[in-house]
Structures are given as structure tokens and as C-alpha cells.
């Protein structure tokens, strides 16, 4: 039993919402509101993702009721908007302001369906001025079918339009979705409509299985936006239909385009955890996992874990079983997996052990070449771009004079390293391999230089984009950034400095830490094994000859080179009891069990990765720029909008071709 007269409800802007923290601003929803319905869709739902007033109640949102309301009301010229309502957080005022002040045209009424009677004197109002009501039963797998179905009976007796089943968990079947549909047709003549989610990945089944039984309003959103792991997307639904046969009016091709260009790069920051499909097999609402997230770490077990064991037991019937008594069982028994589950190096995710060898460094074309082809390789399987930074070393020799190395790989980049012995080699070897690589970082190139491989920096930037930096800025750049947040949070005014050229750390010091009192530690000319320590003048670079007291304390200790047990003792006695050290030598140049013995807490600054941060700082230029930290020649691809790294992730892994076999 199914109509032709099936309509999309938009959630994109709503449930969305949930995704982004509630930050639609008011000119993201005139735009969204005006791509939608020029995509086609009648039904537009905007605001909160909890509804109207949730904003004082349930976090706040960029813009307030009024703001979105008067944005989609000034914005739609056809489609119909509308808001959620929960009974308790929405008011009667904010109803009535809605419908006199800005035409609002339905309203969604959401209460948990074993509830949904409380909401009956808000549904009444609601008719009374003028709105097409819409019930959501949340949590419609609570009831059964058979009830839920009265309840739905007893709603339209009191003028509701629509009545909404919904898989607030995600969990549901698509057999079930089915029986309640029908539950509900045969019940009364409300219109019927489904909210899915889709922590089982079912939700366009379930869609489709509501459809067939029934219901004319099918919830979808561009992406699958929306809370925990997203409702039904659009762009599935809508071609799913099509194959059925159904005659849909929307702009599917425009629908593709809003998900590649607004939309992906928002659920792709989102993701899906094991915890959410648990939840979805446990028919727990995204909202109810705080229990279960504390006996979990109570217990030093999964949350997932737990969640699976109380869908275990809902499917035998033992809906009765104390939560705790769930988590004491997990607990005691034999551990099969390690419930810090993310944590570690991914092993799926390691370059080939010949080209990780830190002590192998490449020294010809052919094994650079190799090289290549190994973060080709592990760029496909992390969907990560590939950055190589370029030194240039000019030399006497006459031959081929290149090296290269694997240095790292994050979250956001693959970073190997390059030293060519002279213009001509770097733009034979660029000219070759450009379109293997996403991001090439030129390491203190001098003017003349950039000048030479400008006509070929044309050509390579079609495929890659040209950055050129400072190696000893965009060190500073990342350790400032660390010592600013840490200053801030130990209260440090007074920080110690060992193995710094004191003018170079004064010159690039920017204004935010400027304000500190810096010391420097040096050794004693009789007594080398001795330390003094003398004031930094930030302002003028110079080091001062006030020494600091016996008694002087510093919160903060910053290392800039190898220091022997010796130095670190003098240096861990002029510590403040919770005083740190910020080691940017690297773990082996301290001796972490004098640390520990002493206990000072260590917080380690690996500069060889600060070309991570200055790259998601230059990546956002749009057009060329420069300063004294470095310049970007961005692709001509790039330049359609601001970059962020994740834009600049999506697009430079998709351009890339496969390499030939």
C-alpha cells in the first residue's frame, strides 16, 4: 500500500545542525533555504536542532529563533519552513510569535511516543493558529505497534496533521518500520511520515519499507547530516525511488552538487564510531549514553562493548538486567580486545619498512622514484595528500646529486623530504613526478632561486600546490604556538631557555609571549659542568647580566639541544614544585627517567612536524601571498573558495591519477 504523492521533508538545516554544533548562522540558512528549494523541496525545516527556544535551554546557536525565521521567511518564495517543538523547551509565545510575525507554516511537535499525550495541549494550540501539526513519536520503537498506533488514533481526534514515526536510535528494521505503518494507516487517516537514522546504515531501507507501507513524508538530509550517525540521505533516497518507479521532481543532479561542494566536507569531519552503531543495535538514543560511557570508564571497559550486551540481553528478553550488573559481567571477563580501541600507530596504515628506515636516506633518482611509489601508496589507503618539502644545496659536482627520506604521516599530510643539488635537478625531477604530489614545499629558497623555477612553478601548480617557507620560522611558528597555550595554563611569567641563540628566539618572539621574563642558561668558563643564568631582554635581543637568584623559581623550562644529567639536575632545581619542561630536542636528548624520578612532568615538541601547522595556515591563502613566514602558489583548481585542510585533503587526493601499471 503506497501513494505516488510522496514528498522529501527537508532536515538538512535541523538535524543538521547537530553536526556542527547548532553554528548555521542566519545568512548560512538564507543561502541553504534558497539552494533548497531551488533543488525542489516543498518541505524545509529550519532552526535548533532541539527546536524553537532550545538555544536557553540546550546550548547556544549562532543565530537566535528570530533570526533563522526571518531568514527563511524573506528567503522561500514556494516551499514550505517550519521548526521542531519539544513540550518543556518550546513555549506557547514562541509558537504564536512564530506563525503572526513571520508566516511559519507547519511545526513539528517531538515527545517520547510512550509520552506523547503531554503534548497534546501544544498540538491543540498549534491548530488553533493555523499550522499544519506534525506529532513526532520519538523513540516509536518503545511502543508497540499496536499502541502506537492508538496513541496516533487519539493525536488526530485532536486535529494532528501528520504523525511521524521515529527511528531515534537507528536501530530499527525495516520489517518493523513497515508494521508500524500499517499499524498506524489502518489506525487513522493521518497523513504518515518517516524520521530516520542511520546507525545501522537501514535508514534508506527503512525509508523505502515506509514508503511501501504508507507514509507520504520521507525525512532525508544532503549527506545524511544530522545527530549521531546521521538521518537518510538525500542523494540515495531520492535514485532509490526512481528505480522503483516513483516520479520525483527534484533536482538530483543539484543535489550531487550541494553534497561535493557544501556538504562533504562536513560529514566527512563527523564520521561513524562503533559506539553510535552500537547504539543503534541497542535502540539507545544518541542522547542516553552518559550512563553507559560511565560504567564503562568506571570499569575500565568499551562502551561499545557495554552497548552490545544491553542489545544482547533487549534480544533475549532480558530488558531487566541492571546496567551495572552488565558492566560488573564485562569487566571480570577474559579480555579479547583492548577497549582503548583508535589508540596506537594504525599498522594497515605504515609505509613500506624498506622506506621508514630512518638510517636509509635515498641518494639516486631511481630510489627516490621508489620512494614515491611507496606514499602512492599509502596515500590511497589513508586518503592523505602527499607534501614534499625541497631544500636546494648547490654543489660543485658536475653529476645528479638528489636525497631523499620518509620523515612522517598525521592525520592531515605524508611528509617526505628532498635535498637536490641545484635548480636544473629539482625541475627535472619536478617536471617528472608533479602530478604524484599534492603539496611541494620549497625550504629557504633564495630569490634568485624562486626566480628560476617561477616559468616551471606554472606548469607544476596545475597539479600541486607551491609553498615556499622559512625552515627556522615555521619551527618558531610551531613552538610558540605550544609555549603560548602552556604559558597560559601553568601561569608561567618566568620560563628558562637552554641551548637557544637568545637573539634569533627574541627576534621572532611574537607580542602574545613578549611580555614574559626569559632566561637563558649558560655554562660557567671556569666550571663547565656549572650553569648561571641571564636575563633575555625581549625587546632589544640582548642577554642581560642580571643573573637569577638561588632562589628564584621558573615555571616552565624550554630545551632547545641535548642536555647531559648533569645540566638537567641544575636545571629540574630551579623548578617550581609544578614546574615543566617543554623538550623540543627530542626524547633521547633528556633522560626521561631522571624526570621522572624527580618528577617534572615532560611535554615533548617534534619540530620536525611543524610543517603540518604552517601548512594549514598557508593552505587557506587564496591567492598568491606573501610575508616574511613564507609565500603559496595555490593551483588554479583551488581557487574557488577559501581553503581549509580538509578541503585541500578532498580535492588533492581526487585529482590524482592512478598511476600506470
Known amino acids: 500500500m503506497h501513494s505516488d504523492r510522496v514528498e522529501i521533508f527537508d532536515v538538512t538545516i535541523r538535524d543538521g545542525s547537530y553536526t556542527i554544533d547548532f553554528q548555521f548562522t542566519e545568512d548560512d540558512i538564507r543561502f541553504l533555504c534558497a539552494t533548497l528549494e531551488r533543488l525542489g523541496f516543498r518541505y524545509i525545516e529550519v532552526g535548533h536542532g532541539f527546536g524553537l527556544n532550545a538555544a536557553s535551554v540546550k546550548g547556544s546557536s549562532a543565530g537566535t529563533d528570530r533570526q533563522y525565521l526571518e531568514a527563511a521567511a524573506t528567503t522561500l518564495r514556494h516551499a514550505r519552513f517550519g521548526t521542531f517543538f519539544i513540550p518543556g523547551i518550546g513555549r506557547k509565545q514562541d509558537l504564536k510569535a512564530a506563525r503572526q510575525d513571520f508566516g511559519m507554516h507547519f511545526v513539528r511537535i517531538g515527545q517520547d511516543a510512550a509520552a506523547i499525550e503531554s503534548a497534546i495541549e501544544d498540538l491543540e494550540y498549534a ?137 562533504a566536507a562536513i560529514v566527512r569531519r563527523k564520521g561513524c564510531s562503533s559506539k553510535h552503531i552500537a547504539g543503534g543495535y541497542a535502540l539507545v538514543h544518541s542522547g542516553m549514553m552518559k550512563p553507559f560511557e560511565d560504567l564503562a570508564e568506571k570499569h575500565g571497559i568499551g562502551v561499545h562493548s557495554l552497548l552490545l550486551a544491553h542489545g544482547d540481553a533487549r534480544q533475549q528478553a532480558r530488558n531487566d538486567q541492571p546496567l551495572e550488573a552488565l558492566a560488573r559481567e564485562l569487566a571480570s571477563a577474559p579480555v579479547a ?159 628558562l631557555l637552554f641551548g637557544v641563540n637568545p637573539e634569533d628566539f627574541a627576534r621572532h618572539l611574537p607580542p602574545e609571549l613578549a611580555g614574559k621574563d626569559y632566561y637563558c642558561a649558560f655554562h660557567e668558563r671556569e666550571t663547565p659542568t656549572s650553569l648561571r643564568f641571564f636575563r633575555l631582554d625581549a625587546p632589544t635581543a640582548h642577554v642581560l647580566r642580571d643573573t637569577a637568584g638561588e632562589e628564584d ?40 627517567e631522571l624526570l621522572r624520578r624527580r618528577r617534572k612532568r615532560q611535554i615533548v615538541v617534534d619540530l620536525r612536524k611543524a610543517i603540518t601547522g604552517e601548512l594549514l595556515n598557508l593552505l587557506r591563502i587564496e591567492t598568491d601571498a606573501g610575508d616574511e613566514a613564507g609565500e603559496v602558489i595555490v593551483p588554479e583548481s583551488f581557487a574557488a573558495g577559501p581553503l581549509d585542510h580538509e578541503t585541500a585533503r578532498l580535492r588533492t587526493r581526487s585529482q590524482r591519477q592512478p598511476r600506470a601499471a
Not at 631511481?366 to 625541497?390: D, F, G, N, S, Y
Not at 616552565?556 to 648533569?566: K, N
Not at 638537567?568 to 627530542?586: F, K, P, Q, T, Y
Request: proline share 3%; glycine share 6%; net charge negative.
Open 127 to 263: 491548530k488553533e493558529l493555523g499550522y499544519e501539526v506534525m506529532a513526532n513519536f520519538m523513540k516509536s520503537y518503545s511502543l508497540s505497534p499496536r499502541d502506537l498506533a492508538a496513541k496516533a488514533k487519539r493525536l488526530r481526534a485532536h486535529g494532528c496533521d501528520v504523525v511521524y514515526l521515529v527511528d531515534s536510535a537507528g536501530g530499527m528494521l525495516p520489517g518493523e518500520v513497515a508494521e508500524y505503518v500499517r499499524a498506524v494507516a489502518e489506525a487513522c487517516d493521518a497523513r504518515i511520515g518517516f524520521h530516520g537514522h542511520n546507525n545501522l546504515e537501514l535508514a534508506s531501507a527503512n525509508a523505502i519499507a515506509a514508503y511501501e507501507s504508507g507514509a507520504t513524508l520521507l525525512d532525508c538530509s544532503i549527506g545524511g547530516l544530522g545527530r549521531s550517525s546521521g538521518n537518510t540521505r538525500t542523494e540515495m533516497l531520492i535514485p532509490a525511488l526512481r528505480r522503483m518507479g516513483v516520479r520525483l521532481d527534484y533536482d538530483l543532479d543539484g543535489v550531487f552538487y550541494v553534497l561535493d561542494t557544501l556538504i
Open 553 to 592: 623559581r621558573f615555571k616552565m623550562a624550554v630545551l632547545f639541544s641535548h642536555v647531559s644529567p648533569r645540566e638537567l639536575e641544575i636545571i629540574l632545581d630551579r623548578l617550581s614544585e609544578d614546574g615543566l619542561v617543554l623538550n623540543c630536542a627530542g626524547p633521547a636528548a633528556v633522560d626521561a
Open 337 to 495: 580486545w583492548p577497549s582503548d580501541r583508535g589508540a596506537g600507530d594504525n599498522a594497515l596504515l605504515e609505509i613500506d619498512k624498506e622506506q621508514a628506515d630512518p638510517s636509509r636516506i635515498h641518494c639516486s633518482f631511481m630510489a627516490v622514484e621508489k620512494l614515491l611509489a611507496a606514499l602512492h601508496a599509502l596515500a590511497r589507503k589513508a586518503t592523505l595528500p602527499i607534501v614534499l618539502l625541497v631544500r636546494i644545496e648547490p654543489i660543485a659536482a658536475e653529476e645528479s646529486f638528489v636525497m631523499a627520506e620518509y620523515l612522517y604521516h598525521d592525520d592531515l599530510f605524508i611528509v617526505a623530504r628532498a635535498l637536490f643539488g641545484s635548480v636544473d635537478e629539482v625541475k627535472r625531477f619536478l617536471d617528472a613526478h608533479h602530478r604524484e604530489l599534492d603539496v611541494v614545499v620549497f625550504e629557504d629558497a633564495s630569490d634568485h632561486a624562486k626566480r628560476q623555477l617561477a616559468p616551471s612553478a606554472a606548469t607544476w601548480r596545475n597539479h600541486a600546490a607551491v609553498v615556499h617557507v622559512s625552515r627556522l620560522l615555521t619551527n618558531y611558528h610551531c613552538l610558540f604556538s605550544v609555549l603560548y597555550g602552556l604559558t597560559k595554563e601553568a601561569r608561567a611569567e618566568r620560563v
